[in-house]
């Protein structure tokens, strides 16, 4: 292009020396106008590309910081489990001690019927995921979210614990936030390897529009990094990720190749 306006330019004002002058100097000018687009255009997208990189950084940060109140939430509970044990056993030795069979009785129903109430732990057969699944179930039961969870993990996974964390972490927030309005809220948790196929399933409520890409959460910048990220992990594996509507349930489906 360069060539062929500077040949027009030539022909157009003569062959002398001052029109040469004239036509290397619109020349190099527009060689540096190009350059210094080039480089605007390397500049905009490598900031562009470390601001992506930022914030991912950023939301993975906050997953973390989340993720270990959530277990520090579920130790706190474990130790007051522990030490609402004790004395139960200290409440029945006594009573025992006394001959009070009557009101060991009614003691020991007592509990029973509050033990009912009490939430259940989830093993699914890796350490990683009881540690985020159960979090997250005393998370969505302080907002009134029944938790179901039907997994077996196989003791070699085809995800890094890290990796399962993050996909885990990041569908169950997911499920939970879009939530907050519903009537009848739930979430239902499937992981199984078939055929070969390591399968996440986790299904929720959602009676409004949905659009995978939309947000409810405050903090926009943050918004569709939590889903790329798992989106990211699960096509590293070369697997397949998919989040769908059906008659007001959401579907989030992860699909990785068990090659363990």
Request: charged content about 20%; proline content about 2%.
């Amino acid at each position: 292009m360069l060539i062929m306006i500077s040949s027009g330019l030539y022909f157009e004002l003569g062959r002398d020396k001052d029109s040469n002058m004239i036509i290397m100097s619109v020349f190099l000018l527009m060689l540096a106008l190009i350059a210094a687009a080039y480089i605007a255009v390397l500049y905009i997208s490598e900031s562009q590309l470390k601001k992506e990189e930022n914030n991912i950084i950023s939301q993975q940060n906050r997953f973390l910081e989340r993720s270990l109140k959530e277990q520090e939430n579920t130790f706190s509970m474990w130790r007051k489990s522990v030490h609402d044990y004790k004395n139960t056993i200290l409440v029945i030795d006594s009573l025992i001690a006394q001959g009070k069979i009557d009101e060991l009785r009614e003691f020991v129903h007592r509990e029973q019927r509050s033990f009912e109430h009490k939430s259940e732990y989830f093993h699914t057969g890796n350490t990683t995921a009881d540690t985020i699944i159960n979090a997250k179930h005393a998370t969505a039961l302080s907002l009134g979210i029944p938790f179901t969870v039907n997994a077996a993990i196989p003791e070699r996974c085809a995800l890094s614990d890290i990796h399962l964390a993050s996909i885990l972490g990041n569908i169950i927030d997911n499920a939970i936030e879009v939530q907050t309005d519903e009537t009848e809220p739930f979430i239902h948790i499937q992981i199984s390897v078939i055929n070969n196929l390591f399968m996440i399933k986790i299904l929720n409520r959602c009676t409004h529009s949905f659009n995978a890409d939309s947000t409810s959460k405050k903090d926009k910048a943050m918004h569709g990094i939590g889903l790329k990220s798992v989106k990211n992990i699960v096509q590293s594996y070369d697997g397949e990720f998919t989040l769908e509507a059906h008659d007001d349930i959401v579907e989030a489906i992860i699909m990785i190749p068990n090659n363990v």
